[in-house]
């Protein structure tokens, strides 16, 4: 498989300068929001540290756990899947929704509703049912925004922030007949309803995804802002849940800390609209719930980055990261963009995404704002020290790298390297100091005037003084 570059990725999302300055801002106003959700909340800090501790608890026990939620799953009548990876998933959805409309008289296809769930994003579930002769329809306004476009989402929980809302207008007027040029949210919503309605009334099947699954219970919850989730459940005859292996948590009582966290730090509300919870079946209906691991036991197999698959999908480490921000989620080119992303992609493929942990600033930001502590700035890093080890760096980064360690090794070339540096860049033409291809730092940044001395020669100039 080719070698996914972010930077050039990310480079093309650069070239509208208006539209990533308006995306870096758009994002850093939900990270803002997000702060003022978690500052009146006392408790916040020991919430993390609880819903750490959870967490590490339960991925110590998976194996229970998972035993115990199937258990009490098919006790309450739902019926349990087992899926290793995204090609058994999707078959497995497929024989379900094929089985259960096996009486459908009328020669048509099978309707099935969607809500947001990211794990069928990872299995490429639309792709694989529309191949089969499903009618699918994604529901939630942003997701239904991208499958107009024939887009992947751009982040995990707004699937369509890289948009504006003329480009949504277009969209819609494109889709659903909505008046050139019109770009009010209210109406633009409005279509959309009215589109989706239809949708929910003539659906078969309604899928969703899953925030937790209570192991002590057999339930599980769907976070939702729309109320999408409930009203495909509630209108079709059979609900299709797909979960990843690492959604389980112990006990019922563990809920509340995980709730109180997620809408706070996702868009920093105090409780997401709709926290909806599926225990057993309605008389005459169907709940069926498909657990995937697609890579996640090899992830948990890796000491060092174990600790991802704590994550909650609450997006708040791509809204305060400073390379996210302004490059994009599809510049990740992987289902989860981000500093999260980064760490889960190499685990799926090293060779593929060797650059995305290397599309980080190692500030620290998303490990400060991870609501289940996740060190991502740490695994960020130890997983640089593999693609290098693997032999997965690009050229270019290699030699770099090793001219680097030559000349660092040597403090005296690194004196006069430095010497060179401050006289030439005092002498050079600003066209020149500063030309694109010589210089890409410089390409959206002045460069600092350098300094006469090095902080070393100022040291020793200063300490004879004393
Ligand atoms: S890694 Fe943490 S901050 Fe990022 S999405 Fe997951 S839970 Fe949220």
């Known amino acids: 498989m ?41 408790e916040f800090q020991e919430l993390r540290n609880l819903a750490s501790s959870i967490k590490d608890h339960t991925l110590s026990q998976l194996d229970q756990y998972l035993i115990e939620f199937e258990a009490n799953a098919l006790k309450n009548g739902i019926r349990v899947h087992w899926a290793a990876n995204a090609d058994e998933h999707n078959q497995i959805v497929l024989d379900i929704i094929q089985k259960s409309n096996q009486n459908i008289v009328e020669n048509r296809n099978i309707r099935l509703v969607k809500s947001k769930s990211m794990l069928t994003e990872e299995c490429h579930l639309n792709a694989f049912l529309l191949n089969n002769n499903i009618d699918v329809v994604d529901t939630d306004l942003g997701e239904r925004i991208i499958q107009f476009r024939d887009e992947p989402p751009s982040h995990i929980v707004m ?46 099947v309604a899928l969703t995804g899953v925030n937790f699954a209570i192991a002590e219970t057999g339930s ?54 709709y926290t909806s919870h599926f225990t057993k079946p309605e008389n005459g209906k169907e709940m069926h719930i498909v657990i995937v691991d697609n890579g996640r036991t090899q992830q948990l197999g890796r000491e060092d980055f174990r600790n991802s698959l704590k994550c909650i999908r609450c997006g708040a480490c791509m809204n305060t990261c400073p390379v996210y921000r302004r490059s994009g989620g599809h510049s990740y080119n992987f289902t989860v963009p981000g500093p999260i992303g980064a760490i889960l992609s190499p685990n799926i493929d ?6 995305l ?52 090794s040597m403090p005296k070339v690194y004196d006069l390297g430095g010497k060179i540096a401050r006289g030439t860049l005092r002498i050079l033409p600003h066209a020149i100091s500063h030309q694109k291809n010589i ?10 005037t350098p300094p006469t001395q090095s902080f070393k020669e100022w040291y020793v100039e200063n300490k004879k003084k004393k």
């Open 350 to 355: 090293l060779h593929k995404y060797s650059s």
């Open 2 to 42: 080719s070698q996914h570059n972010h930077s050039k990725e990310a480079a093309a999302f650069n070239q509208d300068f208006d539209r990533t300055t308006w995306h870096d801002e758009t994002l850093w106003f939900v990270r803002q929001k997000r702060d003022k959700a978690v500052m009146p909340i006392p």
């Open 159 to 204: 699937p369509a922030i890289h948009l504006k809302k003329e480009d949504v207008g277009e969209t819609f007027h494109q889709h659903l007949g909505t008046q050139k040029g019109e770009k009010d949210p209210q109406i633009l919503t409005e279509a959309a309803r009215h589109h989706l309605r239809e949708k929910f009334l003539a659906a078969d």
């Open 220 to 273: 599980f919850v769907v976070c939702t802002n729309e109320g999408n989730a409930d009203l495909g459940v509630n209108l079709a005859k059979v609900h299709i849940a797909c979960m990843g292996i690492e959604k389980i948590i112990p006990k019922l009582a563990h809920l509340a800390v995980f709730t109180r966290l997620l809408a706070r730090s996702a868009t920093g509300q105090p409780i997401t609209s």
């Open 439 to 448: 210089n890409p730092w410089a390409k959206a940044r002045e460069l600092p």
């Open 357 to 408: 942990p290397f599309a980080s600033t190692l500030c620290g930001s998303c490990s400060d704002v991870c609501p289940v502590k996740i060190d991502i700035h740490v695994q960020l890093y130890k997983w640089r020290q593999v693609v290098g080890e693997k032999n997965e760096l690009s050229k270019i980064k290699k030699w770099s790298m090793k001219g680097l360690a030559s000349v660092l």
